[in-house]
T-cell receptor, first 116, second 113 residues
Framework: GAVVSQHPSRVICKSGTSVKIECRSL??????MFWYRQFPKQSLMLMAT?????????EQGVEKDKFLINHASLTLSTLTVTSAHPEDSSFYIC????????????FGDGTRLSIL | GNSVTQMEGPVTLSEEAFLTINCTYT??????LFWYVQYPGEGLQLLLK?????DKGSNKGFEATYRKETTSFHLEKGSVQVSDSAVYFC????????????FGKGTRLHILP
């Protein structure tokens, strides 16, 4: 089946550090990938939609300069949390939409980010 | 606007009990409906989906029927197992587009042996 690899699975770092999270579709091409944020015991909040070869579309209230998204190929999107602070600590999940209509999104296993 | 409402958890059941997790939605047009499952420490997995009224999605013993008249997509399983303990999310994709998915808040399920 379709597999999405998200790396790293867990990050612990100091305040002010920038952190890059990778999302790869391993056996399919994905023109569109999505980045979500999940707070403890809450649902997923869509942060942005990442389109290959173009700028990401951010949801209202999400700072584009804080959460940099790059989708340089049909199998890779990256999310960089710049100058991370404790309030950025969260579970970040990516998903990839296989090219072609009618295909469901496939989710990565998530990245738990802890900023000290 | 589009939204999903599902029953709040946690839901605690004994093994082999019957499970129902209620989900209702608000949407314009004809959305696709989904149930996703999240096991501890993991991302989301698609459990089942239905794309039109009266469709029944099923997988791993779970079922849900797309009811347009009641705008519902309740998740059911006849006999739950300990391994079914997870968080379950009801979701919709507006107008049959599989891109932007709107999630409910999730229902945490605990199955006791």
């Amino acid at each position: 089946g379709a597999v999405v690899s998200q790396h790293p699975s867990r990050v612990i770092c100091k305040s002010g550090t920038s952190v890059k999270i990778e999302c790869r579709s391993l056996d399919f091409q994905a023109t569109t990938m999505f980045w979500y944020r999940q707070f403890p015991k809450q649902s997923l909040m869509l942060m942005a939609t990442s389109n290959e070869g173009s700028k990401a579309t951010y949801e209202q209230g999400v700072e584009k300069d804080k959460f940099l998204i790059n989708h340089a190929s049909l199998t890779l999107s990256t999310l960089t949390v710049t100058s991370a602070h404790p309030e950025d600590s969260s579970f970040y999940i990516c998903s990839a939409l296989p090219t072609g209509r009618g295909q469901p999104q496939h989710f990565g296993d998530g990245t738990r980010l802890s900023i000290l | 606007g589009n939204s999903v409402t599902q029953m709040e958890g946690p839901v605690t059941l004994s093994e082999e009990a019957f499970l129902t997790i209620n989900c209702t939605y608000t949407a314009t047009g004809y959305p696709s409906l989904f149930w996703y499952v999240q096991y501890p420490g993991e991302g989301l997995q698609l459990l089942l989906k239905a794309t039109k009224a009266d469709d029944k999605g099923s997988n791993k013993g779970f079922e849900a029927t797309y009811r347009k008249e009641t705008t519902s997509f309740h998740l059911e399983k006849g006999s739950v197992q300990v391994s079914d303990s997870a968080v379950y999310f009801c979701a919709l994709s507006p107008m049959n587009r599989d891109d932007k998915i709107i999630f409910g808040k999730g229902t945490r399920l605990h199955i006791l042996p």
